[in-house]
């Protein structure tokens, strides 16, 4: 079965601390994507990840893969109230046509 | 990465009929996906649009209630058929950018009431 589990679901913290975003996946995959959506709005593509051991930044994010693990983690350092939105994974799953699996997101709420 | 234009944004529709959902590409793309993301839920395919070939759907998916239509290369439509409150959604079209990943339209909130 391709399954793709995202924890936590819901998130809540301050200003200036680092979490973590976990996405775990039930089989090989040839790719995995981290996606950002705001209230109302669609979907931002933030990382795509390839190979594992994969490190991708952007600003106060920080998204890894380690395929063997079969685990993706997106990292956030120093949170800013900006960064309050949805966190989905997605992943590509290379033993089903390439079907792209999309986890049940991570609401993310930064308190100032 | 790809530019879509997506319309209608929103729409507030009476049960019973139809709305169609266009999705228009920048660039020539093989695949067009469309997807369904309930409120405060996760994405989930409607199906898959090839041009030149029906569409492929996803299972709870059925093409007298999601038509789809892929003319050409750039350009698609959703219809959501004999709409009930049930359908209220929003509606995504995607295409996939190698390296880019997938870019999404701007959805449409549908209504149904």
């Known amino acids: 079965e391709l399954k793709v589990e995202q924890n936590p679901l819901f998130l809540s913290m301050q200003e200036g601390k680092n979490y973590t975003i976990y996405c775990n996946y039930s089989?090989?995959?040839?790719?995995l994507y981290w996606y950002r959506q705001d209230p109302g709005k669609s979907l931002e593509s933030l990382f795509v990840?390839?190979?594992n051991g994969a490190v991708k930044q952007e600003g106060r994010l920080m998204a890894s893969l380690d395929t063997k693990a079969r685990l993706s983690t997106l990292h956030i350092t120093a949170a800013v109230h900006d960064l309050s939105a949805t966190y989905f994974c997605?992943?590509?799953?290379?033993?089903?046509?390439?079907?792209?699996?999309w986890g049940a997101g991570t609401k993310l709420i930064i308190k100032p | 990465s790809a530019v879509i234009s997506q319309k209608p944004s929103r729409d507030i529709c009476q049960r019973g009929t139809s709305l169609t959902i266009q999705c228009q590409v920048d660039?020539?793309?093989?695949?067009m996906f469309w997807y369904r993301q309930q409120p405060g839920q996760s994405l989930t395919l409607i199906a898959t649009?090839?041009?030149?070939?029906?569409?492929?759907?996803e299972s709870g998916f059925v093409i007298d209630k999601f038509p789809i239509s892929r003319p050409n290369l750039t350009f698609s439509t959703l219809t959501v058929s004999n709409m009930s409150p049930e359908d209220s959604s929003i509606y995504l079209c995607?295409?996939?950018?190698?390296?880019?990943?997938?870019?999404f339209g701007s959805g449409t909130r549908l209504t149904v009431v």
């Open positions: 995607s295409v996939e950018r190698t390296d880019y990943g997938y870019t």
């Open positions: 660039s020539q793309v093989t695949m």
């Open positions: 649009a090839n041009q030149g070939s029906e569409a492929t759907y």
């Open positions: 089989t090989t995959s040839d790719r």
């Open positions: 990840l390839l190979s």
């Open positions: 997605a992943v590509r799953f290379m033993d089903s046509n390439y079907q792209l699996i």
